[in-house]
């Protein structure tokens, strides 16, 4: 049996990719070098900042790799002198060109949020939570270079909880991947290297969530109105509008699902649960909202400043 740690190349960029990289580490897996997104603005204030991938690579003296366009030939010949035995891709943001998934003679891993073939694309924790989903997982699978269509060499199932949002649903998938990702390393040098053809029968998407996705539909029924912030909570954020002004709302749960003599949107009632919105049909409450520009609050709190009773939202 194989004993040696594997030579290998990082590849990853936001906060969900960090306990991957952690964990190989730990292992004492030997990580040549890390590949991220740019530096690029950041939060409120929109100072450059690098990638939560880079300030943990930087931590351990890592070498850094941030190329613009995967196709430069000097980061190509970068990756090709580190000699990699096998490459890690873990929500790195971009799509490997043939020539890079060819380098590794092992292969390249990657660690992707859905149980395969469901849920192929860039946004799978976001949709399985607007969907109403009860269960999702995390898979590792082999790349190739059609998105997300690589062989499956594990899975891992995962309840969704109806306080799940997209960020705790996402730490979540995140902890698991990267204990599935260590597992599976350990499995290569053991010479089981599992490779199971996706059924494309069973095949979903989980699209980019474009700006326009984000305004609620109150007109929906209050389970999908509930479902489709949970899904954009805390980021990107749901939001509706208040006299014209954005309002972003958070903590999203189904109040009831009974006919209610108001118009959708309409701010009902402060509840224990949050603010009461009238849906298409019942109601939803949410815990926190935000006026564009302003500081996050609770319903409670928002309210004794914003007098939203009875104003329909939209």
Not at 180 to 197: D, N
Not at 278 to 284: H, L
Not at 290 to 312: D, T, W
Request: glycine share 8%.
């Amino acid at each position: 049996m194989n004993t040696k740690p594997w030579r290998l190349i990082f590849m990853g960029t936001p906060q969900f990719a960090v306990p991957s990289l952690e964990a190989l580490l730990a292992a004492g897996e030997e990580v040549a070098a890390v590949v991220t997104q740019p530096d690029k603005p950041r939060g409120r204030g929109r100072k450059v900042s690098p990638s939560p991938v880079k300030e943990l690579a930087l931590a351990w003296n890592l070498p850094v790799l941030q190329p613009r366009s995967l196709k430069d030939p000097d980061f190509v010949a970068a990756l090709r002198a580190d000699e990699p035995e096998l490459m890690v891709v873990v929500a790195y943001g971009r799509i490997l060109t043939p020539e890079i998934l060819a380098l590794p003679p092992v292969g390249v891993l990657n660690v992707h949020a859905s149980l395969l073939p469901c849920y192929r694309g860039p946004a799978p924790i976001n949709w399985a939570l607007i969907r109403g989903d009860k269960e999702t997982g995390v898979t590792i699978q082999w790349l190739k270079y059609e998105v997300d269509t690589g062989e499956i060499f594990l899975q891992e199932r995962l309840p969704i909880l109806e306080e799940d949002n997209a960020g705790t649903l996402g730490e979540k998938l995140s902890a698991r991947g990267a204990v599935l990702l260590v597992q599976a390393l350990e499995m290569l040098r053991r010479g089981e290297a599992v490779r199971e053809v996706q059924d494309e029968a069973q095949v979903t998407y989980a699209p980019l969530l474009i700006p326009e996705m984000r305004r609620i539909n109150w007109k929906l029924l209050a389970s999908e109105v509930a479902n489709w912030i949970r899904g954009l909570d805390p980021r990107p954020g749901a939001y509706t509008l208040s006299q014209g002004k954005v309002l972003r709302v958070f903590g999203a749960r189904r109040q009831q699902e009974l006919d209610i003599l108001a118009a959708p949107g309409t701010a009902l009632r402060l509840l224990p649960q949050g603010l009461e919105i009238a849906c298409g049909r019942g109601s939803i409450t949410v815990q926190e909202l935000q006026l564009a520009g302003h500081k996050r609050l609770a319903a409670a709190e928002f309210l004794r400043g914003n007098p939203l009773i009875n104003q329909v939202l939209g």
